[in-house]
């Protein structure tokens, strides 16, 4: 048996992106116990770090061990009971994901669509949930699939006229782009690691608000086997799921540490080294840098002469959208790019599948040199590839946003 070997890609894709060192560094640390104190105050650091990332002060902020759909899961299961309304806002696939967890939580799913590259205006959504009546508000932030930001700011208050509760999955945006959880009154967040955080995915940062916890501790449930006399019975219907139960998680985290799981240790130190990288770096700054390399590389494709996809006004900082030209093979480019240059772009899902390449810029990979490298090496496949573009274009773009010539 031959040890682990990878060529040394470098991923410009929408995620998962090549993870910052130090958080590869921190997650080959050795184990203790679950329940040693060590780990059990690295635990408490980790719900501190992360309510600096959210931008909370909430208190039950912590680790879902799972990838980013754990979360996701975690949020709608615990808080949808069968025949709850829900209205999903769908603008690409991973708001057509949100509805379909919750329709597996036997909810009452309402969706309401725009076409794939625009957002919702905050009046379409009021408007709806008027209409509705839904318990819970739930739409994703940036969507990677159509590369758009659905504004948030106007929501929470929308949602608290009409005493619904918000819940957002913003893994695709977080870190590099704009969040606040309290300013914005956002009920339940969950993300992942692998896009601006910079991460391996396998880790969800969550944060509840007291309206939230409120409403999933009703169904509050102790396992029989560490079950005491001063534990209560819920007064809602028990969670379907045991794993993603987050009243069980949220008793594990905090001061009873009642046994759920076994932390996933390994992932809680790169979680934990994620955070600290982001804010020992300044959320401002990695914001601006996140904005710089968007943009460098926004002009670069259009400089090159091809089309961006969706409209720019609500494009992510983190990755572009860019339409196939009809000459091109879109998936012998992204081969030849990928087998040539060892650097990945995506494709796309749905009615985008091999029409837009997205491009992401975003955490580790949010920098300079890999914006032009990517730039480079694309305008060479392409005209190889027999499409004409002017020579050298794309990264004089990119550079002159780097240098504020533009």
Same mark, same amino acid.
């Given at each position: 048996m031959q040890p682990l070997s990878f060529p040394p890609r470098l991923l410009m894709g929408p995620g998962p992106i090549n993870c910052y060192p130090r958080v590869l560094t921190a997650m080959s640390t050795q184990l203790v116990g679950q329940y040693d104190p060590t780990m059990t105050s690295y635990m408490n650091e980790v719900m501190d $770090?992360?309510?600096?990332? =959210?931008?909370?002060?909430?208190?039950?902020? =912590? %680790? &879902?061990? /799972?990838?980013?759909?754990a979360g996701i899961?975690?949020? $709608? &299961?615990? !808080?949808? #009971?069968?025949?709850?309304?829900? %209205?999903?806002? &769908?603008? /690409?696939r991973f708001g057509h994901l949100l509805a379909e967890i919750a329709e597996r939580a036997d909810a009452e799913v309402h969706t309401i669509e725009v076409p794939w590259g625009e957002v919702f205006d905050p009046q379409q959504i009021e408007e709806a949930i008027k209409r509705i009546q839904p318990k819970l508000l739930a739409i994703v932030q940036g969507d990677t699939s159509t590369t758009m930001l659905q504004p948030l700011e106007e929501l929470g208050d929308i949602c608290r006229a009409h005493d619904v509760l918000f819940y957002t999955d913003a893994t695709a945006s977080i870190g590099g782009n704009p969040f606040e959880t309290d300013a914005w009154k956002i009920d339940a967040v969950s993300?992942?690691?692998?896009? !601006?955080? /910079?991460?391996p995915s396998g880790s969800a940062p969550i944060s509840l608000s007291e309206r939230f916890v409120s409403t999933v501790r009703k169904r509050a449930h102790v396992e029989a086997g560490i079950r005491d006399a001063h534990h209560q019975a819920s007064s809602g219907m028990r969670i379907r799921s045991n794993y =993603?139960? %987050?009243? *069980?998680? *949220?008793?594990?985290? /905090? #001061?009873e540490r009642l046994n759920h799981h076994t932390e996933a240790a390994t992932m809680l130190f790169g979680a934990r080294e994620c955070a600290v990288g982001l804010l020992t770096e300044g959320q401002d700054a990695v914001l601006k840098r996140h904005e710089l390399a968007g943009d460098a590389m926004l002009k670069g494709v259009q400089a090159m002469g091809l089309q961006p996809f969706g409209n720019l006004s609500h494009k992510m900082n983190n990755v572009v959208g860019v339409n196939i030209p009809d000459s091109v093979d879109g998936e012998a480019i992204r081969h030849e790019l990928l087998n040539t240059f060892n650097i990945e772009i995506g494709t796309s899902f749905g009615p985008l599948k091999g029409k837009v390449w997205r491009i992401g810029t975003m955490g580790y990979n949010a920098r300079q040199d890999a914006v032009l490298q990517t730039l480079q090496s694309l305008e060479t496949v392409l005209r190889r590839g027999g499409f004409s573009l002017p020579a050298g274009e794309g990264v004089d773009a990119a550079m002159s946003v780097y240098t504020g010539d533009m």
């Open positions: $770090l992360y309510r600096r990332v =959210f931008k909370t002060q909430n208190q039950q902020t =912590f %680790l &879902i061990d /799972g990838t980013s759909r899961e975690a949020a $709608l &299961i615990s !808080c949808l #009971e069968p025949g709850d309304k829900v %209205l999903v806002p &769908i603008f /690409g993300v992942g690691l692998q896009k !601006c955080l /910079g991460g =993603f139960d %987050l009243p *069980m998680i *949220m008793d594990y985290w /905090g #001061e």
